[in-house]
């Protein structure tokens, strides 16, 4: 036992709080673009598809940037077939005259389906500016497998 802890026997605990609450410091990376790596990431989901893609092709090396991008790619394709699907969908009811039944579905579906879209993207812009890798489900297992390096042939 030490000096301390035979004074005060909490000056153990303390220490071992210490290690167990240490902060994290988040390592920002230049990107291929000459952004911090966090920045990249969150711009991913702030204007998708577009910038992801831009960034998906820029980027080479980052991983964190790359699982951000194709998750973000792959976010928004699902979201846009979704909605694909879904006016399909009423296209067919309206065309065996349930069209308002189908219109119930499409509007009810986002209504709940835009908020949580949006509050999605909200989430993992902040996940992306913190310096985490989120992974939605199946979605960022795809990502992930993804992200690694890609090599340039010339």
Partial sequence: MTNDQQTNPSA?????EQTIFKEETIVKKPTALGLEENIAGLLS??????IAIVLLFMEKENKFVRFHAIQSIILTVTIIVLAIGLTIFGVILSAIKLGFIGGIISFGFWILAGPLFFFTAVFLIYQAYQGKMFKLPVI?????????PKSVEI
């Fill in 12 to 16: 153990g605990d303390r220490a071992t």
């Fill in 45 to 50: 989901y702030l204007f998708p598809p577009i």
């Fill in 140 to 148: 960022g297992n795809i990502a992930e497998k993804h992200a690694g």
